[in-house]
């Protein structure tokens, strides 16, 4: 089972380059990070995570700026994110900024996905609550249509792209796309639609919701196994074990959001599981 790693980067804990080497080193599978552009001091919405927010909600760098400098330092560690609030960005400048990492990485990158839980947030960036998964579903259309090999254009719902040249294109076609969300008809329907697999936070109830992804997956025309990728995992080695006996083959556990010293203690502790 492949482990990989994820981590609220801020501008008071290890930098990326640092901790990237650090993976890399050690044989962590990859490094994937969370993405807030701000959190309103308002604080109308509470977390889902428990109160207080931590501090390192409003302080987490660029996910696609840090994951580049990762890029930059390593050769073979995937990268990606946990999760992108794709209703929060304009559509055509994303699937540059994703194109280019996955090319300039060599198709390391993996976007991973989410709906948010802020709706504060969400709003300062024009996003009706009541529609953003299907203002998501609408900006993933029209990014793989810029991803297309060849100009294609797109009309939905939400907004539009003519026949474009739009270069450079991710090194494999399209990156890998997780979805994060909690199990249940609507975020399946969602991720068979677009999706390549599924992130759910701490992978507690799998056993039960595996069969329904799976059923779903069929049931939309969708060959092979969806990817289901465990994120932010507190890892023992009972955890990983029913993971594994699941046929799960790849695992994201949560990293401190911490200086240097306390996350690379972290890093010497979980590679008992590598």
């Keep these: ?4 790693t994820t981590i609220f980067l801020t501008d008071e804990t290890i930098r990326p380059d640092r901790l990237a080497r650090e993976l890399e080193q050690r044989g962590f599978h990859g490094l994937y990070l969370p993405e807030h ?5 308002s604080r109308e919405t509470p977390a889902p995570m428990g109160e207080p927010l931590p501090d390192e909600y ?8 840090a994951l580049g400098q990762a890029a930059t330092v390593t050769e073979g560690l995937r990268l990606g994110t946990g999760i992108t609030l794709v209703a929060q960005h304009d559509p055509i400048d994303l699937a540059k900024r994703i194109a280019t990492l996955d090319f300039l990485s060599g198709g390391r990158f993996t976007l991973g996905v989410g709906f948010g839980w802020n709706v504060e947030e969400a709003a300062d960036h024009g996003v009706r609550w009541s529609t953003r998964r299907d203002l ?21 719902p939400f907004g539009s792209v003519c026949a474009s040249y739009a270069h450079p294109k991710p090194a494999g076609g399209a990156p890998r796309v997780l979805l994060g969300g909690a199990a249940g008809p609507r975020l399946f329907s969602d991720l068979t639609a677009y999706a390549d697999g599924w992130l759910p936070i701490g992978g507690h109830g799998l056993g039960e919701a595996l069969p329904a992804l799976r059923t779903a997956w069929t049931a939309a025309g969708r060959t092979g196994e969806p990817a289901v990728v465990p994120f932010a995992v507190r890892p023992t080695p009972g955890k990983l074990a029913h993971h594994r006996d699941l046929g799960i083959d790849e695992v994201v556990l949560q990293l401190p959001p911490a200086g240097e010293p306390e996350v690379l203690r972290t890093l010497d502790d979980y590679a008992q599981y590598l």
């Design 1 to 4: 089972m492949r482990i990989a």
């Design 37 to 41: 552009t701000h959190i309103p001091a």
């Design 136 to 156: 998501v579903r609408d900006r993933m259309a029209l990014m793989r249509a810029l991803w297309a090999p060849e100009p294609t254009a797109y009309e939905g």
């Design 58 to 65: 409003g302080r987490c760098l660029d996910p696609f700026v």
